[in-house]
């Protein structure tokens, strides 16, 4: 079976970990710093807080901003459900924002209607977070201008969009954003087992992240609110979780971090190839945007609006041995969402677009031939 998406660990990978068990830090040591250090010279960002998932990391971002029982915070239906579940362990209320059909992403003009709406009402979000589906910036600049008019803060869910890049700067640098998250699940661009991580110019929000990550509990002198303890002291001062990474996995992705532009172009050219490729096909293939440079998480090619059929050429492609995917089935029509009350129908565009998204594979060490195999496969599965 040719995966939809799979790691690429090679020999230094391995010696980076095998050098690391055999030090004296399996976790807190010097490993941590140095992958953080490297998101932050890959990304421009200023602080780097390394979690143990991405998971982590948006429940430590809206915490970090305040979400709690009164807070509203807005997601993409066609997601991950952790963009949305991040919200409610905080006990906040989630809602959905439609999807453009162009770019899957979270559209700026239902964001702008569903606003206006909600000043009507009394019920604007206190965050909204976007989610650069398939590593496709959002609309970032659109969307930061709204926040500057409704007043809300922008969580980046870039689990799919390391290595990417909006208007000419890195995706992570939170241009346009109070704090972005990466995932480094091994299906995602770079891995590190599990793990996340959330960047920030803030310096405020960064310490609140730091003390979350490990238990609220702060070690740093000058945060100390009482002074003369001893040399042992360490206070906590709110209530945090461990969401730290190990030091293992750290130099795992430490070493990962310097094959990133190598991912990233592996990526792009099979992106074009498959562009090439299946021109002629009746597929809807993924677009470009001038301002948004993909990271290539995913290559979803769309067979129509019809499930039936997207089932049929699901069901052949992985009949051939080809390991297709769905990104996403709406959040809100899990179960669990269901039962909090939202219903199918909900949001027209995402709906529509799930009937007929197919990911096909893309990975940095899927080969040409594989690609050709794919590509065939799909061939034999639409034909009439
Ligand atoms: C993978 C993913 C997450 C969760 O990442 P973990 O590191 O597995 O917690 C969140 N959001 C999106 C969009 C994802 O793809």
Redesign the pocket.
């Known amino acids: 079976m040719i995966p939809y998406g799979r790691q690429d660990i090679d020999e230094t990978d391995i010696a980076a970990v095998v050098a690391t068990l055999r030090s004296d830090f399996l976790t807190q040591g010097p490993a941590l710093p140095d992958f953080e250090a490297s998101l932050r010279a890959s990304t421009g960002a200023e602080h780097c807080i390394v979690m143990n998932?991405?998971?982590?990391a948006?429940h430590a971002a809206c915490l970090a901003l305040g979400a709690g029982p009164k807070s509203r915070v807005w997601t993409s239906p066609i997601?991950?459900v952790?963009?949305a579940n991040c919200a409610l362990y905080c006990g906040a209320v989630v809602d959905f924002v439609d999807i453009d059909a162009d770019t899957f992403n979270m559209s700026v003009a239902a964001l702008s209607d569903k606003l206006a709406s909600a000043r009507h009402a009394g019920t604007l979000p206190d965050i909204v977070i976007p989610?650069h589906m398939a590593g496709r910036s959002c609309d970032m600049q659109a969307i930061a201008e709204l926040a500057r008019i409704y007043g809300f803060k922008i969580i980046e869910?870039a689990?799919?969009a390391i290595g990417g890049a909006y208007r000419g700067t890195a995706v992570g640098g939170c241009r346009f954003s109070e704090i972005t998250v990466f995932?480094?699940?091994p299906v995602?661009i770079v891995t590190t087992g599990?793990?996340?991580a959330a960047l920030t110019n803030d310096p405020d929000l960064a310490e609140a992240m730091i003390k979350l990550r490990s238990h609220g509990i702060t070690r740093a002198p000058e945060l100390l609110v009482r002074q003369d303890e001893g040399p042992w002291a360490y206070e906590q001062q709110l209530l945090g979780f461990n969401y730290r990474m190990t030091d293992i996995q750290a130099a795992l992705g430490t070493s990962q971090m310097a094959r990133l532009p190598m991912f990233i172009d592996r990526r792009r050219r099979l992106a074009e190839r498959y562009d090439a490729l299946l021109a002629d096909l009746p597929l809807v293939l993924p677009g470009r945007d001038e301002n948004a440079d993909s990271s290539w998480h995913l290559y979803i090619v769309r067979v129509g609006t019809d499930p039936a059929r997207r089932r049929k050429i699901f069901d052949a492609l992985r009949a051939a041995g080809i390991g297709v995917n769905v990104h996403y089935m709406p959040i809100y029509r899990q179960p669990f969402y269901e039962a909090l009350g939202f219903a199918s129908g909900y949001c027209p565009q995402a709906e529509q677009y799930y009937a007929g998204a197919i990911s096909i594979p893309m990975f940095a060490t899927l080969t040409d031939q594989d690609q050709d195999r794919v590509v065939a496969a799909l061939e034999r599965a639409m034909a009439p």
């Open positions: 998932s991405a998971t982590s948006l997601s991950f952790a963009s989610v869910d689990s799919h995932s480094f699940h995602k599990e793990g996340g």
